[in-house]
């Protein structure tokens, strides 16, 4: 599945200003907004819809990951992280200790997909068999051992495609997966999702995982059984909404008080029915059903 892009006819409102950090020279109220590389691409979408809607605000998004956006929030230097995986106790401890009282939303919900080049044979996989490729000490490491011979992979090897340990995505899959075990010595780890999926395309021995939305049509992916036997479920919008696809996860935006001002109005906007749709067109599971424009 391609990531899906949509137009959006977005209705014209006028939403009064708020707090935020003055823009220098222009009267604009900025949102600093960073964090997870899963939903860097939507927060871009956000923000840029978001400037047809009220143009007296500014929103700044940048990636590098989970961690690097709770890190942001820490040290007071954004207004909303974008996390793909639950903030840690240890960070809402710090965030209360410096007088604050932490946020969190719910944005959207996304499934963890496992990635395989398109020449392999492979429709499922059961996660102790994950846990079995990623895990250390992990027994899996050719694919004749899963029964199949993968074309272009002469060396029967499965290259482990993982992300840097800074990424959301790392944490939940490791918790999810690995039941919070280290990953195997020798994981290719990749600084983004694109970049996994990038190299699963060119690589016919590897594996990969990572946002649903960064799917394309050079890779496939594997139905997941969370039990041998069990159910294979398929990832997509439903399955990640209703919980029953193994390696499904809720998308977060934390601020480190109540939201006020235009940070508010902002986060009301993308829980609305125009910002859910914006995340639902780009391939996510929106936390309502909204009512959605037909794409053009």
């Not at 793909?84 to 209360?96: D, N, P």
């Not at 999702?193 to 990038?198: G, H, L």
Request: charged content about 20%; some cysteine; aromatic content about 6%.
């Amino acid at each position: 599945m391609n990531s899906k892009h949509v137009i959006l006819s977005l209705v014209l409102i006028t939403i009064l200003g708020g707090c935020g950090r003055p823009e220098e020279g222009t009267g604009r109220q900025v949102i600093q907004n960073k964090g997870s590389d899963t939903l860097v691409n939507v927060a871009q979408a956000w923000a840029e819809a978001y400037q047809t809607v009220n143009p007296d605000a500014a929103i700044a998004v940048t990636g590098g990951g989970s961690g690097t956006g709770i890190a942001a929030l820490l040290n007071d230097t954004v207004d909303i992280a974008n996390s793909s995986r639950e903030i840690k106790e240890s960070e809402l401890a710090t965030l209360r200790a410096a007088g604050h009282s932490p946020q969190e939303f719910i944005v959207g919900y996304d499934a963890l997909a496992i990635f395989l080049n398109e020449a392999n044979p492979i429709q499922s996989l059961t996660v102790s068999q994950l846990k079995a490729i990623y895990g250390d000490n992990g027994e899996i490491v050719k694919w004749s051992q899963l029964g199949v011979t993968v074309p272009g992979c002469d060396n029967d090897e499965i290259i482990v495609v993982s992300r840097q340990n800074n990424s959301g995505t790392y944490a939940y899959f490791r918790e999810a997966v690995l039941a919070d075990g280290d990953f195997r010595l020798g994981t290719r780890d990749m600084h983004g999702s694109k970049d996994v999926v990038d190299l699963v395309e060119k690589t016919a021995c590897a594996i990969g995982y990572s946002g649903l939305a960064y799917a394309t049509d050079e890779v496939h992916m594997p139905c997941v059984q969370q039990e041998d036997g069990g159910p294979c479920i398929t990832p997509n919008e439903e399955t990640a909404v209703d919980g029953s696809y193994p390696i499904a996860r809720p998308l977060f935006m934390y601020t480190s008080d109540m939201p006020e001002g235009a940070v508010k109005v902002y986060l009301d906007w993308i829980l609305s029915d125009t910002g859910q749709c914006i995340i639902q067109g780009m391939g996510y599971a929106p936390v309502t059903t909204p009512t959605c424009p037909a794409a053009l």
